[in-house]
């Protein structure tokens, strides 16, 4: 069975602060997707970024950074020196190879205080 | 830029009324999707759909139906509205299979309340 946890429900930080978004998923497929997904208090979900379970490279773009341990079936996202915009709700997903269906965990709260 | 576009941000209806949600998208892509989002439980699957005229049943799909007469537009039907029915509905869509580098594009989502 597919399956996606975040462990952590809500977190908070102050500005300028280094945080961490845990991912942990379950799959029996030996090839598929991972995502992460941001939910500004607009509503709309916006794509971060894909990854797929051949390529265990981290990645960073900008302050953002994943790293992606298939040993330990890992999906972690960084924020380094986050701001306020930063404040949003972030989803971890998983797919298959053909991505005609996405399990979403239940989502991290990150509030960034001024 | 692509665009998934749901009618209503905001919407409330009374216990017994049949409702519409509308989601139309402008990029041609084949799947569409609409899910529920509730507090601790994250986005749960109700319907799906590859194709016009095509529907398949999420984890979820009690209470809902779901119509596709055209590629662009999806709606969901809550047939009795029921106040356990009151959440954030997003809508969402993709290319097929073999084509999911920006993984799916969502609307903004309608926030039912039910009364």
């Known amino acids: 069975a597919q399956k996606v946890t975040q462990a952590q429900t809500e977190i908070s930080v102050v500005e300028k602060e280094d945080v961490t978004l845990d991912c942990v998923y379950e799959t029996r497929d030996t090839t598929y997707y991972l995502f992460w997904y941001k939910q500004p208090p607009s509503g709309e979900l916006v794509f971060l970024i894909r990854r797929n379970s051949f390529d265990e490279q981290n990645e960073i773009s900008g302050r953002y950074s994943w790293n992606f341990q298939k040993s330990t079936s890992s999906f972690n996202f960084t924020i380094t020196a986050s701001q306020v915009v930063d404040s949003a709700v972030y989803f971890c997903a998983l797919s298959d190879f053909s991505g005609n269906q996405f399990y979403f965990g239940t989502g991290t709260s990150l509030t960034v205080i001024p | 830029d692509v665009k998934v576009t749901q009618s209503s941000r905001y919407l409330v209806k009374r216990t017994g009324e049949k409702v519409f949600l509308e989601c139309v998208q402008d990029m041609d892509h084949e799947n569409m999707f609409w899910y529920r989002q509730d507090p601790g439980l994250g986005l749960r699957l109700i319907y799906f759909?590859?194709?016009?005229?095509?529907?398949e049943k999420g984890d979820i799909p009690e209470g809902y139906s779901v119509s596709r007469e055209k590629k662009e537009r999806f709606s969901l039907i809550l047939e009795s509205a029921s106040t356990n029915q009151t959440s954030m509905y997003l809508c969402?869509?993709?290319?097929?299979?073999?084509?999911?580098?920006?993984?799916?594009?969502f609307g903004s989502g309608t926030r039912l309340t039910v009364v």
């Open positions: 759909s590859y194709d016009v005229k095509m529907k």
């Open positions: 969402a869509s993709s290319y097929p299979s073999g084509d999911t580098m920006g993984g799916y594009t």
